[in-house]
Each structure stands twice: as C-alpha cells, then as structure tokens.
Nanobody, 122 residues
Framework: QVQVVESGGGLVQAGGSLRLSCTVSGLPFGLLAMSWFRQGPGKERESVSCIVSSGSVTYYDTYVKGRFTISRDNAKNTLYLQMNSLQPEDTAMYYC???????????????WGQGTQVTVSS
C-alpha cells in the first residue's frame, strides 16, 4: 500500500520559517523524483520545487527561489522543504507528490499526499 504523508505545516508570522516533511512508503523512494506543490485559497495548484532521485539536481519556481530549499534523505524515505522568509502569499496547502521527472507537470502520474496547511500571518 502506497502512502505519502506530509507534516510540519502550521501558523507562522511573516518573516518566519517552517520545515515541511513528506514520508513515502510502499514505493522505491530512492528511485523517484519528488515534488512539492501548493494551492492557496481561491487559486490553482502550482509547482513549488522538485528534486531528482539522487538529490543532485533541484528546481525552484521563481516565487520561492532563494527562500525555500528542497532536500531528501533516501535512507529515511523522506522529502523536506525548508521555507524561510515566509510571506502571507505563501499561505497554502502544501502537497508532496511522487514522479519520474523534475520538473513535473501537475498532470503527470504520481501519488499525492493529503497536504499540510501553511498559514503566514502579516
């Protein structure tokens, strides 16, 4: 049974930091590209960042570049997203998704987690 479980969301003030985690089971995590997406209130789901299976290549969308850092620990089957200098516009549900390429399209095949809510107050 495949499980993709995000954690680490919460309420933070503008300028603060959060670290999201995503644990994957039932799949060969070390062979997968992994991505973070987010969906803000009233907005479409959008790409945030992705990382190849080895961790050697990463990709960031423009609005998070320089503030967010994606990483992974293949021994722990876990994906991370370190988010610094958070702004109210970063408020969204953050989703982890498996894949076979980076960057990936939202329509690509993969397993999605249930999401973790990040709320940034001004």
């Amino acid at each position: 049974q495949v499980q993709v479980v995000e954690s680490g969301g919460g309420l933070v003030q503008a300028g603060g930091s959060l670290r999201l985690s995503c644990t994957v089971s039932g799949l060969p995590f070390g062979l997968l590209a992994m991505s973070w997406f987010r969906q803000g209130p009233g907005k479409e789901r959008e790409s945030v960042s992705c990382i190849v299976s080895s961790g050697s290549v990463t990709y960031y969308d423009t609005y998070v570049k320089g503030r967010f850092t994606i990483s992974r620990d293949n021994a722990k089957n876990t994906l991370y997203l370190q988010m610094n200098s958070l702004q109210p516009e970063d408020t969204a549900m953050y989703y982890c998704v498996t894949g076979d390429r980076c960057p990936r399209q939202i329509s690509d095949y993969g397993y999605w987690g249930q999401g973790t809510q990040v709320t940034v107050s001004s």
